[in-house]
């Protein structure tokens, strides 16, 4: 099991931007795809982003595709969510996930195992 905890969310304003960070512990991180969700006020879990174990593979959903980017540094065992160009839309809370393989980048959340408690991300207009 790996255990995760985000960090980076706060409040900024329409167009600018904000870097999430996802940590992670136990020594299968490298080992495993890795993706970023959000979930506003009433709506359901959205997917935003994934990259494979290696960072060679990356999925954005379209909503976030060009002004999002998704990165790892597996030897720090943290995952990044680059997000520029931010629009009041993005407000969410921001939760990272592991997969349950090294190569699956799915939006589907059932190919996700571990899920951390999230950090919240405002954009003001």
């Known amino acids: 099991q790996v255990q995760l905890v985000e960090s980076g969310g706060g409040l900024v304003q329409a167009g600018g931007s904000l870097r999430l960070s996802c940590a992670a512990s136990g020594r299968t991180f490298s080992t495993r795809a890795m993706a970023w969700f959000r979930q506003a006020p009433g709506k359901e879990r959205e997917f935003v982003a994934a990259?494979?174990?290696?960072?060679?593979?990356?999925n954005y959903a379209d909503s976030v595709k060009g002004r999002f980017t998704i990165s790892r540094d597996n030897a720090k065992n943290t995952l990044y969510l680059q997000m520029t160009s931010l629009e009041v839309e993005d407000t969410a809370d921001y939760s990272c996930?592991?997969?349950?393989?090294?190569?699956?980048?799915?939006?589907?959340?059932?190919?996700?195992?571990?899920w951390g408690q999230g950090t919240q991300v405002t954009v003001s207009s």
């Open positions: 990259i494979s174990w290696g960072g060679g593979n990356t």
């Open positions: 996930a592991a997969g349950k393989t090294n190569w699956r980048i799915t939006s589907l959340t059932g190919d996700y195992g571990s």
